[in-house]
């Protein structure tokens, strides 16, 4: 703009240039107007978060940000997904369960991949912040389950024998 006036003034009054000028001076002030509130808000974000503008510049601020974004992003969505994992495993480990009860003979064999599955289960529904934290109890009084999965907190309100 400041070319346009000089131009304008030194080679005469050219209407084209005279034109130019009116038609976008306005739009340069507005531009100018604007430029200074961005620069005062920005001023203020990154005081407030304890930096100062002249050492941080915004090329350097908002990439924090965007990083953040993005880091947080990903890890709700690997949370859902491993929470997903888990409640398919769930019902699955459940379901097993289900056809194993419905089975009358129970061989032997099959009691340490029972077991395993019990813990599991155990371990998920712990892990699902003690949607059911009682502890599971099969067989005859729980004491191996608890041994096993670890769960067993509370050895003065239950008295376990081990066989």
Same mark, same amino acid.
């Given at each position: 703009?400041?070319?346009?006036?000089?131009? !304008?003034?030194?080679?005469?009054?050219?209407?084209?240039?005279?034109?130019?000028?009116?038609?976008?001076?306005? *739009?340069?002030?507005?531009?100018?107007?604007?430029?200074?509130?961005?620069?005062?808000?920005?001023?203020?974000?990154?005081?407030?978060?304890?930096?100062?503008?002249?050492?941080?510049?915004?090329? $350097?601020?908002?990439?924090?940000?965007?990083?953040?974004?993005?880091? !947080?992003? /990903?890890?709700?969505?690997?949370? @859902?997904?491993?929470?997903?994992?888990?409640?398919?495993?769930? @019902?699955?480990? @459940?379901?097993?369960?289900?056809?194993?009860?419905?089975?009358?003979?129970?061989?032997?064999?099959?009691?340490?991949?029972?077991?395993?599955?019990?813990? /599991?289960?155990?371990? /998920? *529904?712990? *892990?699902?912040?003690?949607?059911?934290? *009682?502890?599971? !109890?099969?067989?005859?009084?729980?004491?191996?389950?608890?041994?096993?999965?670890?769960?067993?907190?509370?050895?003065?309100?239950?008295?376990?024998? $081990?066989?």
């Amino acid at each position: 703009m400041e070319l346009s006036w000089r131009e !304008y003034s030194m080679h005469g009054h050219n209407p084209l240039l005279k034109d130019f000028i009116s038609k976008h001076e306005t *739009r340069l002030q507005k531009l100018q107007e604007d430029a200074h509130i961005a620069q005062d808000a920005f001023d203020d974000a990154v005081k407030h978060f304890g930096e100062s503008s002249k050492t941080m510049p915004p090329s $350097v601020f908002f990439p924090v940000f965007v990083r953040f974004i993005k880091a !947080y992003r /990903l890890a709700e969505e690997e949370n @859902e997904q491993r929470r997903r994992q888990e409640q398919a495993l769930m @019902e699955k480990l @459940e379901q097993e369960e289900l056809q194993q009860e419905q089975e009358e003979p129970k061989s032997p064999s099959n009691r340490p991949k029972q077991r395993q599955q019990e813990s /599991l289960i155990t371990e /998920l *529904r712990r *892990r699902q912040g003690g949607k059911d934290s *009682r502890h599971v !109890y099969e067989g005859k009084d729980g004491a191996i389950e608890d041994i096993i999965t670890g769960t067993h907190t509370h050895a003065h309100t239950h008295t376990h024998t $081990v066989v």
